[in-house]
């Protein structure tokens, strides 16, 4: 414990950002006149205490005397009635913190030793009067109970000494050791190990979920009763985090039914890709696909480009800053670990959140306790978890969507991902390729290891209920990442320093350690070398700990110097933990005793089959009753303002697009400032090829029709790269699975549905799937306000990415309408398929009829389109997605900031407003110059219509009257208006 | 018909980019690590402007193994070193100050330059080498953070102030900022010697050129008398919060598409590199 406490306050002379914090809490209604800020550095050692002088000085490092001011164990001391500091809870990361303490031990030449440390908090100056319920509701906004610890104290309980000294000091005494487990036990007893965790004998509580069910660990019984003995807790604990459903996928890899007895992953994912590749031959775009970090396609000659997007849904809905942060500098040590080092070049996300203006309370305990975070606190905090992720590393964030339904209020869906550039061979080895051997050392690189997110990948295979386990949180630290990215992507890789490499995510050690074992057949490691970030943690948490920002790697023992010297050289801890072996066993060696020692083989495949069963009955849901209006003005302005349709721009400009200089296409496109739904990037500088990105998803046709919800996501990201100009030779997709209740039949009925949608439609269009990831259980069980039982279910969710190489991004075509005179298009036709679509949501039903996919015309269609794109023959297009073709046209017309005078051919049979907004898809909106009319209509054949011409300030459509005729100013406005105080 | 024809297949003239020249003898030292990230394009641009570069990781400066006397500009690009933490550029700049000051002051003793872009910027402020009045390099001005409290990623266009041998030649840049704090402040006294010296290098401005006048979204971060960038007293240091390395290629400006299309239709040619090479060029200018 540290002897010698002092306390800096910093705050500034006069706060930029006081005028917006205290409006962004004001908007949140609390009365509050002024929310002021002090940032605070509570200074903690033992070993030696600092002179006034030198605390004072240590403050001039920590300030900017030009516009800020300091106290040094003095209170600060402004107008205020309250006083609100929110610091960290013991063991939480604090980037701050650590900045401050660098910079202290630069300055004074001195090293921080064990125990004694900066800690960050943030002191916020309240002025107004609040009643003490909503004193702790603002608490409650500034905080996060799970990481943060918040002290509140009223202006006359502060007096002149201020807040208290408190340090966040992790206090654990002793160092458990490695115990044996007893399994010979009845099946009720072995089912609550592994729903509730090992029995801990000290503590006498149960440690936390293992997610093993009663046949996995019969089968673990078994195994170790053929040895002849128990056992540890580190092997239990490691089996369950090499077998849970994140790390093994158990529900896509069971047999199915009678018919899929190979699993949906083999027989609709995985064969999709193969039987695509074979059929494309030669022009293969394929060359790494589900077997590494990220998926690899060709970029050229030179270079490959690589994918991943992954889901963090449970610890965002802990903590959204934390948890998104997480997920993205996760996902780009997908991209680090690629191969032998891909570069981190574009960062995409996406999230799926309830209505944030429109809280449920919910609840994971009874009697209203342990609070579920509102949605618009979830959607602030992982907007900004993925922005300081993406910003501080360095890495643009051009791509991304928002998507609104209730139903995702008791569990957020996080997507985050990450595409990464490598060069096919530097010193003549193929850098998609890695081997350990027998012999190299297993080096950790990065930060240390402590209590976080044990039991995270065991935890998200679970349905979040009032035990989940605190120590589920993480938060990232991207400069600590940052620099080990640098040295290993652009120093140690192309120095051939390491055979081998990955990243610690789930399951840390005990997964990235036994699966690069499995390259040479063994692993030998010493649990006493891994570096902690404070003592005594047990053997088996610093196994399995999912403490960030840690790559594992294999180094030969000839290249151990050098590669040390260039880790020290960069400030970058690394750290021998043990050897790769060709024994075929995993052993794990701490405190001179074996705590580990299995067979690779029985680790990897000793899983038990599981046998699946689903059903699938359709269900028939009301059709809408609101008859058609005459003028459709209102409805469109109605639809312009839905939050699945509207602009989210204030997400975008938060997050840097632009840093690696490769923007073409970007996330906001045209004068008037849309959102696009693909981006287009340059990764290598000098070449005229660019990379575009999209992402499609439609959870609102799920519960519907599984199978074409599948193909709508599918047709829609593939169609967003069209629309640019990518040909659809060129593309790959990826699948994030996010499914709800998959222990339940129907849902898994559902599942295969969407997994066989994912198989037909894919093979027509020759998209082969490169990368995917599934996350089954996003479910909150808990409480409402009246203590009753709910269930909050995400809809079966699944979001396909798209990348694809353009050959020309100077040839791009971006959504805006250009030029007032030119020739407005729409391409493909317009069926009456409202199930499930944005303006069957705003009537209040759901209908029936989900867009269904005619792949092969839309395959021909964008083939066209690409052609007639590359040889410069259109102006804009945009495909024509939520909302219809209506929402389509009108974002064209606002983006260019140009009207539009239009003649819809709505057909006799069908509404007008059913025709301008249902949402059949493989559909476009273009504009096209008009001395291109005729070489572009040859290019298009019949498939493109020609609905009139942009020019002037409104927006006019005419089916057999005029049905439509709004200034394209009030479009802009009701587009821009649901999150324009965000 | 004959004229549609004729429009479809007049391929665009695309002049040949300026033949590679032999690069100037004089090279850069661009500064990396710790969070700093905009080193590859800053080394890209001045190559294509005509400069050689070294990306050098700071602490193989701290360590000896390389030297600011090998080098004629020193370019702190963009970045998030730190994480920002305890003010932008603030860690970076005491980092530089506490290990290499001596270096630094012999180097700003010769007839160098000095560049920051964005995070580089708030590291020359933090170390005092703009404004620079003299060689005391106090810290005189401070970039807070951006008056909407966040980052602010987008395009501004930018007018030169004055013209010095950063802006010579320049009527506009058109480029993004990414940052979240840009927002410049100093004392009325400092302002006022900034004014009079014709330190200001770039202010922020609306797209027809008139002053920003603390607007948002032209002025994006409220800055004082919409300062983007000023030099040093001596003329050889420019801090800069936008990013025109970012946009060296006309393809990467946010309104290309639309000014390619218009550029087509007057059967004009289309530039390849963006305007914002210029002030590149003048650097590689300046030693030649």
């Known amino acids: ?982 | 018909m004959a004229t549609v024809r004729r429009n479809i297949r007049r391929p665009v003239a695309v002049p040949k980019a300026p033949a590679a020249r032999e690069p100037i003898p004089e090279k850069a030292l661009i500064m990396s690590g710790y969070g700093i990230n905009s080193e590859m394009e800053t080394k890209e641009v001045l190559a294509r402007a005509g400069m050689g570069a070294d990306i050098v990781h700071i602490n193989d400066l701290i360590a000896g193994d390389r030297s600011m006397a090998d080098y004629r500009l020193l370019v702190f690009p963009g970045g998030f070193s730190y994480g920002d933490d305890t003010g932008a550029g603030n860690a970076y700049a005491n980092r530089v100050r506490n290990n290499l000051w001596d270096e630094l002051q012999e180097f700003m003793d010769g007839d160098n330059l000095v560049l920051g872009i964005c995070n580089g910027f708030q590291i020359l402020a933090n170390l005092g080498l703009v404004p620079a009045f003299d060689k005391t390099y106090a810290r005189e001005i401070a970039l807070m953070p951006n008056r909407g409290g966040r980052l602010e990623c987008r395009f501004v266009t930018l007018k030169p102030a004055n013209e010095n041998l950063w802006t010579k030649g320049i009527e506009r840049i058109y480029c993004p900022v990414s940052h979240g704090e840009g927002n410049l402040s100093c004392s009325k006294e400092t302002l006022q010697k900034i004014r009079q010296k014709k330190m200001v290098a770039f202010t922020y401005c609306r797209e027809d050129m008139s002053p920003a006048d603390g607007e948002y979204p032209f002025n994006p971060n409220g800055s004082v008398e919409d300062i983007a960038g000023i030099t040093s007293a001596n003329g050889r240091v420019l801090g800069m919060m936008p990013h025109p390395e970012r946009a060296m290629e006309f393809v990467n400006l946010y309104d290309w598409p639309l000014l390619k299309e218009q550029a087509r239709r007057e059967g004009r040619a289309l530039p390849t590199e963006s305007l914002n090479m210029q002030i590149f060029r003048n650097i590689v200018a300046y030693f030649s």
């Open chain 1, 1 to 982: 414990m540290a002897s010698f406490v002092h306390r800096i306050e910093v705050h500034y002379t006069k706060d930029p950002r006081l005028k917006t914090r205290t409006d962004r809490i004001k908007s949140l209604g609390f009365p509050v006149d002024e929310l002021h800020l002090t940032d605070v550095y509570t200074v903690a050692t033992s070993a030696r205490d600092f002179t006034r002088d030198e605390l004072v000085q240590v403050a001039q490092q920590l300030v900017n005397p030009v516009v800020q001011e300091f106290t040094v164990d003095e209170a600060t001391l402004p107008l205020f009635d309250y006083a609100i500091e929110v610091g960290f809870l013991p063991g939480v990361t604090d980037n701050v913190g650590t900045t401050a303490r660098q910079t202290i031990e630069d300055f004074l030449g001195m090293k921080f030793a064990e125990g004694e440390a900066v800690y960050s908090s943030q002191l916020y100056f309240v002025r107004g009067r609040l009643a003490p319920e909503a004193l702790r509701a603002l608490a409650g906004t500034l905080a996060n109970p799970l990481v943060n610890r918040v002290r509140t104290k009223t202006r006359e309980e502060y007096g002149h000494t201020g807040m208290d000294r408190v340090l966040p000091h992790v206090e654990l005494h002793e160092l458990p050791t490695a115990g044996p487990v007893d399994l010979e036990l009845d099946d009720a007893e072995l089912a609550k190990i592994g729903k509730e965790g090992i029995l801990d004998p000290q503590t006498g509580e149960r440690r936390g979920p293992l997610a093993l069910d009663l046949a996995q660990l019969h089968a673990i019984r078994d195994y170790f009763r053929k040895l002849g003995r128990k056992p540890t807790d580190v092997e239990l604990e490691s089996l369950a985090q090499t077998w849970s459903e994140h790390c093994k996928h158990t529900i896509f890899a069971s047999a199915m039914d009678d018919d899929v007895p190979k699993g949906l992953y083999k027989t609709y994912i995985q064969a999709a890709t193969n039987e695509i590749r074979e059929a494309a031959g030669d022009r293969d775009i394929c060359v790494s696909v589900f077997s590494d970090n990220s998926g690899a396609i060709v970029f050229d000659d030179q270079f490959l480009v690589t994918h991943k997007v992954e889901t963090h849904n449970s610890p965002s809905a802990l903590d959204p800053f934390g948890g998104a942060l997480t997920g993205i500098v996760g996902v780009n040590r997908d991209t680090i670990g690629f191969g032998l080092g891909a570069k981190p070049c574009i960062n995409i996300y996406g999230f799926c959140v309830g209505d944030p203006d429109a809280a449920v309370p919910l609840f994971r305990g009874k009697d209203m306790s342990n609070p579920v975070l509102p949605p618009r606190q979830i959607l602030e905090g992982v907007v900004r978890g993925v922005g300081v992720g993406g910003n501080c590393s360095g890495i643009p964030t051009p791509q991304g969507f928002c998507y609104f339904d209730p139903r995702y209020a008791g569990k957020p869906l996080v997507f985050a991902g990450t595409v990464g550039v490598i060069p096919r061979e530097s010193g003549g080895r193929q850098l998609s390729e890695k081997a350990a051997q027998a012999g190299d050392l297993v080096v950790m690189v990065g930060g240390r290891v402590g209590k976080d997110g044990i039991h995270g990948a065991t935890f998200s295979s679970e349905a979040l209920d009032p035990k989940s386990p605190v120590t589920a949180v993480q938060i990232g630290d991207p400069i600590t990442q940052k620099k080990f990215s640098d040295v290993i992507v652009k120093e140690a890789r192309d120095a051939g320093l390491y055979r081998s490499i990955t990243d610690n995510g789930a399951g840390g050690l005990s997964c990235s350690v036994a699966e690069m074992a499995k390259e040479c057949n063994g692993c030998h490691v010493q649990l006493d070398a891994v570096p902690l970030k404070y003592h005594g943690m047990a053997p088996w948490e610093v196994w399995i700990s999912e403490s960030q920002e840690r790559m594992t790697l294999a180094v030969p023992p000839e290249n151990l110097e050098a590669f040390m010297a260039l880790m020290e050289r960069r400030e970058v801890e690394a750290t021998v933990i043990g050897t790769f072996t060709d024994t075929g066993r995993c052993v794990v060696e701490c405190g001179g005793a074996v705590v580990m020692d299995i067979e690779l083989s029985f680790l990897h495949d000793g899983l038990p089959k599981k046998q699946l069963k689903t059903s699938f009955k359709k269900k028939t849901n009301p059709e809408p009753e609101t008859p058609c209006p005459e003028r459709l003005d209102e409805a469109l302005l109605a639809m312009m303002k839905r939050k699945n349709i509207c602009s989210r721009e204030y997400i975008t400009i938060q997050y840097d697009h632009t840093v690696q200089g490769g923007h073409v296409l970007g996330p906001v496109q045209g004068k008037g400032r849309v959102q696009s739904v693909a981006t287009l990037t340059k990764i290598v500088p000098g070449s005229k090829k660019a990379v575009g990105l999209s992402q499609a998803l439609f959870p609102s046709y799920s519960e519907i029709d599984p199978y074409n919800m599948a193909g709508a996501g599918i047709d829609t990201a593939v169609r967003g790269l069209v629309a640019m100009g990518v040909p659809p030779d060129t593309i790959a997709i990826l699948d994030n699975f996010c499914w709800c209740s998959s222990d339940e039949p129907e849902r898994l009925g559902q599942l295969k549905l969407a997994a066989q949608g994912c198989y037909d439609f894919s093979k027509i269009f020759g998209t082969p799937f490169i990368s995917g990831k599934d996350s089954m259980f996003n479910d909150f069980s808990g409480f409402d306000a009246e203590g009753r039982k709910v269930k909050v279910s995400v809809p079966p969710t699944l979001l396909i990415s798209s990348i694809g190489v353009h050959p020309d991004a100077g040839k791009a075509v971006s959504m805006d309408a250009k030029i007032a005179g030119d020739l407005v298009y729409v391409i493909g036709g317009t069926k009456e398929e409202l199930g499930g679509s944005e303006y069957f949501a705003r009537l209040g039903s759901a209908g029936n009829t989900v867009p269904v996919l005619d792949a092969v015309a839309a395959k021909e269609r964008y083939a066209r389109l690409a052609n007639a794109i590359a040889h410069e023959l259109v102006a804009s297009a945009l495909p024509v997605s939520h909302g219809g073709l209506a929402v389509a046209l009108a974002k064209v017309a606002v983006a260019g900031r140009l009207g539009m005078d239009l003649t819809v051919p709505v057909p006799d049979s069908m509404r007008p407003d059913y025709f301008l907004f249902s949402e059949t898809l493989s559909r476009f909106v273009v504009t096209v110059a008009p001395d291109h009319k005729r070489a572009f209509e040859q290019a298009l054949g019949p498939d493109a219509v020609l609905l009139g011409r942009t020019g002037g300030s409104r927006f006019r459509l005419t089916a057999r009257t005029l049905i439509l005729d709004v200034a394209v100013a009030d479009l802009e406005t009701a587009y821009k208006a649901p999150f324009g105080r965000y």
